[in-house]
Structures are given as C-alpha cells and as structure tokens.
T-cell receptor
Framework: NAGVTQTPKFQVLKTGQSMTLQCAQD?????MSWYRQDPGMGLRLIHY???????DQGEVPNGYNVSRSTTEDFPLRLLSAAPSQTSVYFC???????????FGPGTRLTVL | AQSVAQPEDQVNVAEGNPLTVKCTYS??????LFWYVQYPNRGLQFLLK??????LVKGSYGFEAEFNKSQTSFHLKKPSALVSDSALYFC????????????FGDGTTLTVKP
C-alpha cells in the first residue's frame, strides 16, 4: 500500500492564482481531512469528509474548497491564493471517525 | 468545543534520562487521545492512543502515556531517552460527540542531548 499520497510536494503561487492540492489514499478509509501547519500553531483543521459525497468545515475553512467524489481522493482547492495561505498542508485519513489518522508527506506552499 | 494544550514549547533532556511531554485536553463526551511524532520535513507518524481501559498506554519506540481523567491529562513518557527521539511531538483529541474532527496541540519540540 502507498498509504496517503500528496502532490505536489512544493508549489509557489502568485497572489490571486488558484490551484488544487491532490490527496489520495489506498486504504479504503472513510474519513479524510486537510490540515495546515504553521510554526507554533500546530495543525489546524481546514475541511474534513466522513465519506464520499460528504464534507464539512473545520477550524479554518475560509479560502478553501473541497469535494469528495470517490473514497480514494480528497482534493483541496485554493480559489484565489493569498500570502496568508503560505503554509505546509497535510492530508490525513482514518478508517473511522475516532480512529488513528495516517498522514501524507505534506505540500509546502508559498504564495508571493 | 474541544481543545488541547501542550504547555511546553521545548523539552530538553540528556540521553538516558526519563522524559515527559505534557498534554491536557478539554472535550465534551468521551475522549480519544493520540500522540503523533513529526521528524523534519516529514508527515506525522502515530505513536500511541487511548480509547478506553487501562490508563497506562504503551506505544511505539518504547513510549508510553498515562491517561488521567480527573486532571484531563495525557502525558507522554519514556523511561530512557535516545538522541533519535529528538523530534516534534503532537497531542490530539477526538470525541465521540464529534467524530471525524481532530484537534491538535501546538506541538512540543523534544531535544535529547548526548
């Protein structure tokens, strides 16, 4: 199993550009989440999904959109990038809502 | 709302000495508590979890954690630290009243010196 994969690993955007961060898992996990990690602020939940077709907002959802059309994939869309979205983004999945999460390797995003 | 506090940004210990990384939590309902470790430029890796049962939980790499319901704490411990334990440690909570949402602490950087 590849586990949780994320692409790209690095990305530089200009303010106002849009892009999609990809996340995929091959463990047939129902639950998937997106986090951002900023220095001294731990991981903050952006959006999460409890199954295909079902998503919900986390702690910091503004400026981000998600959809979950399949169990495997959970892409994160930045609609109009801002410098405040410069961060490291992690995708995670778990078999159930109270279970251990498995994390991807992260995407380091810089918005100029 | 649920929350996690890791009161120490940094913990320094000498190799061979015991280590403790502190975590307290606040949650409605029954807590499901986790410790994860992050090495530089890597994703988070699972160390151990408490769901129910024994208050002392044993995990990977010789780590253990003690759940204390009255103090709402879940401190991470290891009897004898290794230099290779140096990393960033996160405590996290999930609750049966809010399945799917995890809340993480801000992280504690552990440095083990030879």
């Amino acid at each position: 199993n590849a586990g949780v994969t994320q692409t790209p690993k690095f990305q530089v955007l200009k303010t106002g550009q849009s892009m999609t961060l990809q996340c995929a898992q091959d463990m047939n996990h129902e639950y998937m989440s997106w986090y951002r990690q900023d220095p001294g602020m731990g991981l903050r939940l952006i959006h999460y999904s409890v199954g295909a077709g079902i998503t919900d907002q986390g702690e910091v959802p503004n400026g981000y959109n998600v959809s979950r059309s399949t169990t495997e994939d959970f892409p994160l869309r930045l609609l109009s990038a801002a410098p405040s979205q410069t961060s490291v983004y992690f995708c995670a999945s778990s078999r159930e809502g109270l279970d251990t999460q498995y994390f991807g390797p992260g995407t380091r995003l810089t918005v100029l | 709302a649920q929350s996690v506090a890791q009161p120490e940004d940094q913990v320094n210990v000498a190799e061979g000495n015991p280590l403790t990384v502190k975590c307290t939590y606040s949650v409605s309902g029954n807590p499901y508590l986790f410790w994860y470790v992050q090495y530089p430029n890597r994703g988070l890796q699972f160390l151990l979890k408490y769901i129910t049962g024994d208050n002392l939980v044993k995990g990977s790499y010789g780590f253990e954690a003690e759940f204390n319901k009255s103090q709402t704490s879940f401190h991470l411990k290891k009897p004898s630290a290794l230099v290779s334990d140096s990393a960033l440690y996160f405590c996290a909570v999930r609750a049966n009243t809010n399945a799917g949402k995890s809340t993480f602490g801000d992280g504690t950087t552990l440095t083990v010196k030879p």
